[in-house]
């Protein structure tokens, strides 16, 4: 099966600052890559994704970037608020059956 | 648009005792997917449906975990007997199908606390 790796798991950042999430897969057989944020108590939402077939996708201070050969996938969020404070998993899917594997977390604080 | 939806919110139990979880997916999603979330983990698949018919189940603890979605569209997921272990949040998700609509939509959780 697939293997998700999630790095940092805790990430404190300024208000105003950029925050990265970095994540890695095992299967080159994944073509889907989401990113989700949940929030105390609350159910994950999914907030940006990406397809095996782009490098890129940006979606105003929300983007992710996907290296296929490294097989790795990354979250960036720019200008960060105080309401970006949150847990991110990133998820990676197996086109062979659509199988989704999690990775561990990142617990996120953005400091006023 | 109406949501995942799931009961009960919140169960407690005692270990050894039997517990059951209901699911009703966005109308006319195919894929139905149970999760379990420990708590300071991500979200571990427990069992994934196709309509009625299970595609992945590796993962679920078969001596004491068990679901269906017998008309493929509610579906249950029962643990008998339950271990402290089992403590953890049940999520439950939707996709339209797994072949044209990967995004999955998930339901508010089962947070359930054996003692």
């Known amino acids: 099966g697939e293997n998700v790796e999630q790095h940092p798991s805790t990430l404190s950042v300024q208000e105003g600052d950029s925050a990265v999430i970095k994540c890695t897969y095992s299967?080159?057989?994944?073509?889907?890559f989401p990113w989700y944020k949940q929030e105390l108590g609350k159910r994950p939402q999914l907030i940006i994704d990406?397809?095996?077939?782009?490098g890129e996708k940006k979606d105003q201070r929300i983007a992710v970037t996907l290296n296929k050969t490294a097989k790795h996938f990354s979250l960036h969020i720019t200008e960060t608020q105080p309401e970006d404070s949150a847990v991110y998993f990133c998820?990676?899917?197996?086109?062979?059956?659509?199988?989704?594997?999690f990775g561990t977390g990142t617990s996120l604080t953005v400091i006023p | 648009e109406a949501g995942v939806a799931q009961s009960p919110r919140y169960k407690i139990i005692e270990k050894r005792q039997s517990v059951a979880f209901w699911c009703n997916p966005i109308?006319?999603?195919?894929?139905l997917y149970w999760y379990q979330q420990i708590l300071g983990q991500g979200p571990k698949l427990l069992i994934q449906?196709?309509?009625?018919?299970?595609?992945?189940d590796s993962q679920l603890p078969k001596d004491r975990f068990s679901a269906e979605r017998l008309k493929g569209v509610d579906s249950t997921l029962k643990i008998q007997p339950a271990k402290l272990e089992d403590s953890a949040v049940y999520l439950c998700?939707?996709?339209?199908?797994?072949?044209?609509?990967?995004?999955?939509?998930f339901g508010p959780g089962t947070r359930l606390l054996v003692l």
């Open positions: 998700a939707s996709s339209l199908d797994w072949r044209g609509g990967e995004t999955q939509y």
């Open positions: 299967d080159s057989a994944s073509n889907y």
């Open positions: 990406i397809r095996s077939n782009v």
């Open positions: 998820a990676a899917r197996l086109y062979t059956g659509n199988q989704f594997y």
């Open positions: 109308s006319g999603h195919a894929t």
């Open positions: 449906f196709q309509n009625n018919g299970v595609v992945d």
